[in-house]
Structure formats: structure tokens, C-alpha cells
């Protein structure tokens, strides 16, 4: 399995500069808004809105490889205090369940409008995993080491795909070239609850996700 590295980042950088490992949804809904602007006063929240990527109905070579008849169900823009932080589109087979999307193989892909930072996203990602209440603590903290290492930054432009299979691996893309995996079956249905769970920080994401485009 391929991997890199990253070094961490200071906690306790300005708000500016911390934006930039705020890719998940976990740090743009709940802890940016309950620690970096703890106290301040909020009046912009998190939007989606149909992302113009997401009319696209070819699924990239790198998710046909492992899902037959791929095609785009859904897709959002997430943008938080009107900065735009990437679109999103979910890549299914014939025949998907919205209502039971861990039951079937697909493809989540972030198309970033901003640099990010790879081991921020991984961070990021575990707290929200751990929002969710989904596996133990020795699961999540292994979870984190693994993203740790797969997740790269990324830069304005860049697409990261995951792809989900049940019973199997979780498998990464950065524009097409294969990252590496996660092998525990468990991660992929954690890891993807962030935005297909009911419970998920970004419900108008999710809903425009798994709503098929006109």
C-alpha cells in the first residue's frame, strides 16, 4: 500500500491560516464555529447547492475499475461563510438504495476549490468519525494513523476520490493516481457516514448527494 507523510500543524494558528486543513465536514459545521470563533458572533452558516461538475454523468476510469455501470447520482457544493470548499459527487451502480448506501459499492469525489491540508483532513475527519459515535477508540485512533499517512495535501483544482466497497477495502485517488488503501471493512462505512449519515453535519450536502440530478 502506498502512503506519505505529513508533519502536523500548530493548533493554535490564526483563523486564516487554519482554513486550510478544514476540508471535512467536521471542521467547517462544528469545530471551527465551537473553537476558532468560540464567542463570536455567527451569521453565516454552511450551504450547498448543486454543484456545475455534478451535470457530468461519466464516472472517471479510476471508479469504473471497481463499479460496474458507474454513474453520477448526486452532487453539492459545500461552501461555508460564502468561501467555496469544494464540490462533491457520488458515483453508484444500477440499482443503488439511497436508503442503504453502504449496502452497494460507490465513489465519493471532492473537487477542491481551495488548498487543503492532508494530515488537517485526516484530523478532521476522525472528529467527525468520533461525532458520529462509529467504532471504538482504538479503531478511530488507528483509523487516524492510516489516513495520516494516505491523505496528501491537496491543491485548488485537485480531485480526491474514495472509493467504497462492503466487506472489502476503502480505496483513494488524487486525480486518477491510486494513494493507497484502508483494509479494516469497518473504516469505509465510518469514513463515508461523515457525508452520507443521517446524522452528518452537512444534512443539505447529504440530501443533494443522493438526490438524482435532473
Known sequence: MSSSTHSSHAEHAPVARRLRGWSSVAALSAALLSSALAGSAVASTQRTAVAPASKASSAPDHVRRYIDDARTLGGGRLTWFGLHIYDA?????????????????????????????????????????????????????????????????????????????????????????????????????AFFAIWLDPRTSAPQLRASLLRPLN
Not at 458520529?132 to 496528501?152: D, V, Y
Open 89 to 189: 459527487l457520488l458515483f453508484v451502480p444500477r440499482g443503488f438504495d439511497s436508503a442503504n448506501p453502504s449496502a452497494h459499492p460507490f465513489a465519493l469525489e471532492l473537487a477542491y476549490a481551495r488548498s487543503l491540508d492532508g494530515q488537517a483532513i485526516a484530523e478532521r475527519s476522525h472528529d467527525e468519525i468520533a461525532r458520529l459515535k462509529i467504532g471504538n477508540e482504538a479503531q478511530r485512533t488507528r483509523w487516524l494513523a492510516e489516513m495520516s499517512a494516505l491523505f496528501p495535501d491537496v491543491q485548488a483544482g485537485q480531485r480526491l476520490a474514495g472509493i467504497y466497497r462492503p466487506g472489502g477495502e476503502t480505496r483513494f485517488y488524487l486525480d486518477g493516481r491510486y494513494l493507497g488503501a484502508v483494509a479494516d471493512p469497518e473504516f469505509g462505512r
